[in-house]
């Protein structure tokens, strides 16, 4: 069994910065990639920014220059920098990891529960 735990949500200023951790843990094999989602209300989940275990990223565009995403391979985590909040970035983040378990010919997706971040203006 895997499973995500995330930290580091809450309430901040538009303008302010969070911090969002992630860490997988049970029988993990080796983890591909992990990667922060977020849903808005009313909306669908939308891939914020993703990091593979070789450290190569990606980001949403409406999110670049703000958020950095980082790892820890040794750690089975996962950390999303959050900088110059707006309004619209409030929603639940998730996290996400491809991960193997019982060797590294299978793969599959896991989801945390989420945390809920809210930036007013």
């Known amino acids: 069994q895997v499973q995500l735990v995330e930290s580091g949500g809450g309430l901040v200023q538009a303008g302010g910065s969070l911090r969002l951790s992630c860490s997988a843990s049970g029988s993990i094999f080796s983890i591909n990639a992990m990667a922060w989602y977020r849903q808005a209300p009313g909306k669908q989940r939308e891939l914020v920014a993703a990091?593979?275990?070789?450290?190569?990223?990606n980001y949403q565009d409406s999110v670049k220059g703000r958020f950095t995403i980082s790892g820890d391979n040794a750690k089975n985590a996962v950390y999303l920098q959050m900088n110059s909040l707006k309004p619209e970035d409030t929603a639940v983040y998730y996290c996400?990891?491809?991960?193997?378990?019982?060797?590294?010919?299978?793969?599959?997706?896991?989801w945390g529960k989420g945390t809920l971040v809210t930036v007013s203006s």
């Open positions: 996400n990891a491809n991960i193997a378990t019982m060797g590294p010919w299978f793969s599959m997706d896991y």
């Open positions: 990091i593979s275990s070789g450290g190569t990223t």
